[in-house]
């Protein structure tokens, strides 16, 4: 805590704690028990050896979350139907005995593999308010259903896997200082890592220190296209592999490959390096140059076709990638969020190592840049008895089909088939329940039959459009209301470690995380197990202690940390190259892949492709290549449903979470961008109400008419919350209405961003 000499008034550190990436740290100015401004980082460089990290608007603008008109105040039971939003008051005890009673009749029945809990990342950061404790207690309890993926990563994650046995393996964005070109497919910092921990800060001082050339490659030209970029390429969502293709067929057609590298680093490149076995034609050379099974030399004229992007452009940006070594490549997630995105995140991966760009300074794998941090402890949930892992794209799937969800069609791990349905969720700073799922329609049909999913036990601040859907509703605390600690984030250049102090009492009948777990583990015998004799905020204390091990620099006194707040450590002054071991000796240092080397050519997915189930249209391939699918412009629907819809993350939400702050909706409005040419051919003008349809859905939302995307393309602003017309149809812009629940092939994960629509004025 620390006083600013008025009575009645104090300023406490806390941190913003959703899922952007980065962990901001804020000053909560507290005046008469309530928070009345909110500041960030003023530490700067003489202080503390490491830059200010300043929070964006989202942070600071967290009172009108804490005491937003729709904050969750009470313990609530559902009197309607699922989604209906009727709920009536209800004790603490009565909540928490409804809810035990039902998970213990839950595991009695169907056993512990019908508990779940939802993917969600609402409240991302605190090591003692998090998801975690939820996992403690049904750990406790004989366990629940694993989920694995993230509905942002799971197919470049599995793209680099397959490709370099890890994800982890990119050089950090200050890196580009050593680059001489820069080059990002859908990789936007500006919007998606705009804190002052985030990558926002390392691109622009790379920028300076520099003056690399940098091209952005997008269907939209985002704000690092305006701000950073030497160029803008559009391309059409979805065909970024058949643009590297055609790059890749001039690369080696003129000579730019890095031969040697593709030799010794590399497998399936050419015939000299595929694996045994295989039959002669599948190399990537083989694939590139049309002596492959499909005949089609892959041309910049044939990718020119399929990309929008010019002929020309693909030569001479081929030729600029060929010769500007080191070159930076990297790309964001959203190329690889489409119904073929592992296929275009091993493709983009193909430039840097067709160049020999990988391991060095100033290079990269292709993937997106990489974070520094320092590895704090995380809180102890132990292990989870239940060995079945489902996608966590595919929850629905688990609830309404549980009898055809297995290994081979659905990537179901642990088991081949799961024995019972999802019958217990729980729900925590999750609106994945139905916002940030796709096809709303399908997800309410599903939750609303009560015969399916017995309870959904919801936990948040406040009343999002998920919690409409949930049995039980419990009101938790928020980041003013409880102390805790934090890390640096995922995505930062940089060690941080935060202690925040509970600023105020929390409002209403709130309470932490933790002390509802505590208390259900009372009530079903696990309650020394799961506290260990320890309140939440022994807890903080204890884990802080725990960071002590790793940094002996913090103070030993607990109480001397907190009125400090926060900390930080500058990384080094040279950044470290992913795969720099690699690259210097393939040999000792072997990738973690079947054959301890890039693997072009994947034997694992040339059998997962003649072993694995898959929808009509859906392919895996050993190689990185280019196909089409579903929900692309050679879809049969385009004729009815013409326009490719795409989602971005603005500035106004991260995902969802604040999507009710007035300020931020005033800031950036939600709005449909639309290039004039496609407005004009509909009669839209710029701020025209707009409904946007295909089968699964219809929103209404403004037009946004602006030549910064390009023709054939619309984009929404992921994370608009639900809000529905009496008939079902959304009135604020929510691209879920318009999204599927097919998953992608490989990684079965979720294809949000390839989707085909039409768009018309909302008349009268």
């Given at each position: ?12 550190w ?7 990436g ?17 500041e ?5 460089d003489a202080?503390?050896g490491?830059h200010e990290?300043r929070?964006c608007l ?20 559902r ?13 603490w ?13 839950v ?7 019908a ?9 991302l950061?605190?090591?003692v308010s998090?998801?975690?404790q939820?996992?403690?207690?049904m ?6 259903l694993?989920?694995?993926?993230s ?10 896997h ?10 950090p964005?200050?890196d580009?200082?050593n680059?001489r070109?820069?080059?990002f497919?859908?990789n936007?910092?500006a919007?998606?890592r705009?804190?002052?921990?985030g990558?926002i800060?390392?691109?622009v ?11 952005v ?19 059409r969502p ?5 643009l590297?293709s055609?790059l890749?067929?001039?690369?080696i057609?003129e000579?730019?490959v ?9 497998v ?7 694996p ?14 049309g002596s492959?099974p499909d ?16 002929a ?5 940006l081929?030729r ?11 790309q964001?997630?959203?190329?690889q ?8 995140a091993?493709?983009?991966c193909?430039l840097?190592i067709?160049?020999?760009n ?5 290079g990269n ?10 590895p704090?402890?995380r809180?102890p949930?132990?292990?989870n008895?239940v060995t079945?892992s489902i ?16 290994d081979?069609s659905?990537g179901?791990?642990?088991?081949r088939?799961?024995e ?9 700073a999750?609106?994945?329940l139905?916002?940030?799922?796709s096809d709303?329609g ?11 999913c ?22 938790g605390?928020s980041c003013?209301e409880?102390?805790?600690?934090a890390y640096?984030?995922?995505?930062v250049?940089?060690?941080?470690l ?9 409002l ?20 020394q197990?799961f ?8 807890w ?7 960071c ?9 006194d ?16 040279r950044?470290?190259a992913g ?13 973690d892949?079947?054959?301890?080397r ?12 003649r072993?694995?189930?898959l929808p009509?249209g859906?392919?895996?391939s050993?190689?990185?290549?280019y196909?089409d699918?579903w ?22 939400r ?6 009710n702050?007035p300020w ?12 004039p ?5 509909r ?8 409904h ?28 608009a ?5 009496a ?6 812009g929510c691209?879920?209405?318009l999204t599927s629940q ?16 039409e768009?018309?004025k909302?008349?009268g």
């Amino acid at each position: 805590m620390i006083s600013d000499g008025k009575p009645n008034e104090k300023i406490v550190w806390s941190f913003c704690n959703v899922n952007c990436g980065s962990r901001c740290p804020l000053r909560l100015h507290v005046k008469d028990g309530k928070v009345v401004r909110v500041e960030t980082d003023h530490t700067g460089d003489a202080e503390f050896g490491a830059h200010e990290i300043r929070a964006c608007l989202r942070g600071r603008g967290l009172r009108k979350w804490v005491y937003s008109p729709e904050r969750l105040l009470y313990p609530l039971i559902r009197t309607g139907k699922r989604g209906e939003g009727k709920f009536e008051r209800i004790s603490w005890y009565e909540a928490l005995d409804r809810i035990s009673d039902k998970l213990g009749q839950v595991i009695n029945i169907h056993g512990n593999e019908a508990v779940f809990r939802i993917y969600g990342t609402g409240n991302l950061g605190g090591v003692v308010s998090g998801r975690e404790q939820i996992d403690r207690l049904m750990n406790l309890l004989g366990g629940q259903l694993n989920h694995y993926n993230s509905y942002s990563t799971a197919q470049i994650t599995h793209g680099m896997h397959y490709t370099y046995g890890t994800h982890d393996c990119g050089n950090p964005l200050t890196d580009m200082v050593n680059s001489r070109l820069v080059v990002f497919f859908g990789n936007n910092p500006a919007e998606t890592r705009m804190s002052g921990g985030g990558s926002i800060r390392d691109l622009v001082v790379s920028r300076q220190k520099s003056g690399v050339c940098i091209i952005v490659i997008d269907p939209r030209y985002t704000d690092t296209a305006a701000a950073f970029a030497d160029e803008w390429i559009p391309i059409r969502p979805g065909t970024d592999a058949a643009l590297v293709s055609g790059l890749a067929y001039i690369l080696i057609t003129e000579n730019l490959v890095d031969q040697d590298f593709l030799d010794r680093y590399c497998v399936g490149y050419d015939r000299r390096t595929m694996p045994a076995g295989i039959p002669p034609g599948n190399s990537y050379k083989d694939y590139i140059m049309g002596s492959g099974p499909d005949g089609t030399p892959k041309t910049p004229a044939w990718a020119a076709a399929i990309t929008g992007v010019p002929a020309e452009r693909i030569v001479r940006l081929a030729r600029e990638i060929g010769t500007a070594k080191p070159a930076y490549i990297a790309q964001g997630w959203g190329p690889q969020r489409h119904a073929n995105g592992e296929q275009t995140a091993r493709a983009i991966c193909m430039l840097p190592i067709l160049t020999g760009n990988v391991g060095i300074a100033g290079g990269n794998c292709g993937g997106r840049e990489a974070p520094d941090g320092i590895p704090f402890p995380r809180i102890p949930v132990g292990q989870n008895p239940v060995t079945a892992s489902i996608p966590c794209f595919l929850w629905t799937k688990a609830i309404a089909d549980h009898e055809n969800f297995t290994d081979m069609s659905d990537g179901l791990k642990g088991k081949r088939r799961l024995e019972t349905p999802i019958k217990f969720l729980w729900s925590f700073a999750s609106n994945t329940l139905v916002n940030q799922h796709s096809d709303i329609g399908r997800t309410h049909r599903i939750l609303a039959d009560e015969g399916l999913c017995e309870m959904i036990v919801l936990i948040d601040n406040v009343m999002t459009a998920s919690a409409r859907y949930a049995d039980i509703v419990l009101p938790g605390t928020s980041c003013f209301e409880e102390s805790d600690l934090a890390y640096q984030g995922y995505a930062v250049e940089m060690g941080v470690l935060i202690l925040r102090e509970q600023a105020i009492e929390p409002l209403g009948e709130c309470r932490t995380l933790y002390d509802i777990c505590a208390d259900i583990a009372r009530r079903m015998g696990v309650a020394q197990a799961f506290t260990e004799g320890r309140t939440h905020d022994q807890w903080v204390e204890y884990m802080y202690q725990q960071c002590r091990k790793v940094r002996r620099d913090l103070p030993k006194d607990f109480e001397e940390a907190v009125r400090t707040g926060l900390f930080k450590w500058k990384r080094g002054e040279r950044p470290k190259a992913g795969l720099q071991a690699f690259r210097e000796d393939p040999d000792t240092s072997q990738l973690d892949t079947p054959s301890g080397r890039i693997e072009i050519f994947s034997r694992r997915l040339w059998d997962l492709a003649r072993s694995w189930k898959l929808p009509e249209g859906d392919v895996i391939s050993a190689l990185p290549e280019y196909h089409d699918t579903w929900g692309m412009p050679a879809d049969p629907c385009s004729r009815e449903y013409p326009l490719q819809l795409v989602g971005h993350h603005g500035k106004q939400r991260t995902h969802s979470s604040y999507g009710n702050n007035p300020w931020l909706r005033e800031a950036v409005p939600q709005s449909l961008w639309i290039n004039p040419l496609d407005a004009a051919a509909r009669g839209i003008i710029h701020g025209d109400m707009v409904h946007v349809h295909n089968p699964l859905g219809r929103t209404e939302v403004r037009a946004k008419v602006t030549p910064r995307i390009m023709p054939g393309v619309l984009s929404l602003s992921q994370g608009a919350w639900y809000v529905p017309y009496a008939n079902g149809v959304d009135k604020n812009g929510c691209i879920n209405t318009l999204t599927s629940q097919r998953p992608s092939p490989l990684a079965k994960g979720n294809p949000q961003h390839t989707n085909l629509v039409e768009v018309g004025k909302v008349r009268g």
